[in-house]
């Protein structure tokens, strides 16, 4: 399923991300961008270890990234131009600002990505693995972050064409779809 905002598809589909050919890829990482398991690990199996490589450099240069923040490889062997690595905020109950931390990943990465002229990005659903993030919740999270930017973004200064969520499971694509057709404007 997909809509239109502003010139730009929102998009959502099941799969396995790593099989996403567009432009920019995020990783739902950790703050030492040590890769580990869920979508973190498929990444890094997919590409390679340049991209862990590459880590290891943003590591050394500035000890790891922030929750909330957003950091850029190369995606090795992967035909994608980068891997845009977040790192979503661990569910504490809720009351420790992870929406908003969460809204910040969203935001960041998709700022990076457009630093770089990115024509698609394509998100997992950050946080919702071990990280524990309800799904519900997860997901207006990240749909009202990305529409927010996409229509708060001047179009001219907007590169992108096409942002793609990957859900990984049925019951998030069930969500994802159920929210998007929320903004769909008649
Ligand atoms: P986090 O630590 O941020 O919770 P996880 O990797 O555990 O990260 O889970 C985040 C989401 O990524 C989950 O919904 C999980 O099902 C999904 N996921 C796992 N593997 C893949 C994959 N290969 N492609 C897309 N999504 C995936």
């Not at 600002?97 to 950050?126: D, H, V």
Request: net charge neutral; proline share 4%.
């Amino acid at each position: 399923m997909q809509v239109r905002i502003n010139d730009v598809v929102i998009s959502v589909n099941t799969g396995d991300i790593t099989a996403w050919a567009g432009d920019f890829i995020v990783n739902a990482s950790n703050s030492g961008l040590y890769g580990g398991g869920g979508v973190d690990g498929a990444i890094h199996r997919a590409g390679g270890p340049q991209i862990s490589a590459e880590c290891a450099v943003i590591r050394q240069k500035q000890g790891g990234v922030m929750p909330g923040q957003a950091a850029l490889t190369t995606a090795g062997r992967l035909p994608n131009l980068g891997i845009i690595h977040t790192v979503g905020p661990i569910w504490k109950g809720g009351g420790a600002g992870e929406a908003a931390t969460l809204a910040k990943c969203y935001i960041s990465s998709l700022e990076l990505a457009c630093a770089r002229g990115a024509r698609s990005i394509a998100y997992p659903n950050i946080s919702t693995g071990v990280y524990g993030f309800p799904r519900r919740l997860a997901c207006e999270t990240a749909l009202a972050a990305v529409v927010d930017y996409v229509q708060s973004t001047d179009p001219g200064k907007l590169p992108l064409n096409l942002i793609a969520f990957v859900c990984f499971e049925q019951d998030n694509t069930q969500l994802y779809e159920e929210m998007l057709r929320t903004y769909v404007t008649v």
